[in-house]
RNA sequence: CAAGCGGGCUGGACAGCCGCGCGGGGAGGACGAAAGGACUCCCUGUGAGGAAAGUCCGGGCUCCACAGGGCAAGGAUAACGGGUAACACCCGCCGGGGGCGACCCUAGGAAAAGUGCAACAGAAAUAGACUACCGGCCUUCGGGCCGGAAAAGGUGGAAAGGUGAGGUAAGAGCUCACCCGAUGGCUGGGAACAGCCCAUCGCUGUAAACUCUAUCCGGAGCAACGCCGUGGAGGGACAUACAGGCCGGCCCGGCCGUCCCGGGGAGGCGGCUUGAGCGCGUCGGCAACGGCGCGUCGAGAUAGAUGGCUGUCUUAGAUGACAGAACCCGGCUUACAGGCCCGCUUGCAAU
RNA sequence: GCUAGUGUGGCUCAGGGGUAGAGCAGCUCACUCGUAAUGAGCAGGCCGUGGGUUCGAUUCCCACCACUAGCU
């Protein structure tokens, strides 16, 4: 991914959830926070209740091909993290990519000339 | 054809575009005297499993302990022969159990070394007598007392070998015939074991209760372990000021240098993938497996790389069966949609 | 990744081969004008699941499942 890195400390995470705004869909909850650096940095979250290490490598893999598809159409400088929820083990990837467009977009994240 | 038994293989394939980890090659390149080289781009190779899982056994490897051996404690295994680096695994075979059969299951040493336990029921649970049987005596004819015997009844998971005959007051392996089991002998077999017109005997079960016998086992685990290591704290050496900076309105006062050392938190590098490897052929062996020859290299990530979209094909269905390497092997166990192949059994029909 | 431990009434726990128990909670009755407390009584369990050993398993053995804790 071009201009992102990945956030790992679990400090960081914390501090998302609890200080970022945060954005809900059936499919995932997106926490995101602005910090001035020229780099966005990405996190994602698949925890314990999705299921096996197949099924949680799949959603995250998922995930990651949704930021990076549209990465180009986001505002940078932020921290996000993607929190996957059951339902995002077996909707389809259509649905899952307008889903998280609209997630962010209620995020302000979208840049302004994507409005429809 | 139907029903079934055993074994093996497979676990979607191909193409295009975008994207990722690692290896190789090439180009540019901040910095640097150079060696080198952060980073960027291009080409190319390669990229999860049969169980990668559970972490239940056995090893390799590393460190610690002992550095020779024995005993004890604790743990594991358990017919026999073989395979293996080793095993609780595998193969063969024996015994036992199940199935008409193909075949399947089997922790399968010792209870006559000793100790313990066996509830309830039952007269009695490892030893003796409730009912009933027989004999003698007594009798108020209901039965009572003494003795014999251990076959019948009932209880129980288990009641002292089983069936028949003889025998007797009634009975009893008391005697006989056959059968069953144990021990010894003989024969066969490499052995477990099997057989016998041989001899002696008739002994409850439980060791996944303690125990005994035989064999094996030191402990921890790659987050092991080794190396590098900015800063901060400690020690040593050098320098020492009347200068400068910071705290402070000012004076007074306090703090602040460079180099080396060892331990080492964060972080980084190695360990990290060529190995009891895989494929084919051949030879030995019933087989597990082993010998020889030829060929071949098939992930090494470090918050964790295989995804998304489209099309074609197989298919009833591929938005999915179960499921993700984390130091590496050999097994076991558990989960699993389908599909394919081989061998065999029983029944029916036809020849 | 590795190492331990625990599953028993609604809850917290005993029981370690022989019919499954305690406290709290629940229900009924008594006491009270009524409630609480107290007293008497009652019901509630495939002992996490499946095999095995045994005459007999909650207990012993094996394999699974779920949960908890520790190391890092």
Redesign the pocket.
């Known amino acids: 991914m071009e201009h992102t890195v ?1 956030l ?1 400390q ?1 400090h960081e995470f914390r501090r998302l959830y609890q200080k970022g705004k945060s954005a809900v869909s059936p499919y995932f909850a997106i926490y995101c926070r602005r910090t001035g650096r020229p780099q966005s940095r990405l996190g ?1 979250t698949t925890g314990v209740k999705l299921g ?3 099924k949680r ?2 959603v ?3 995930i990651r ?1 949704l930021y ?2 549209n990465e180009h159409r986001f505002f940078s400088g932020y921290d996000i993290v993607v929190v996957a929820r059951t339902r995002a083990i ?5 649905e899952l990519e307008r889903s998280f467009l609209r997630l962010m977009k209620k995020l302000d994240l979208l840049k302004s000339e994507e409005k429809e």
């Open positions: 990945s790992k679990n994602i096996n290490a197949v490598n799949r995250r893999r998922r091909e990076r598809t077996f909707g389809r990837y259509s």
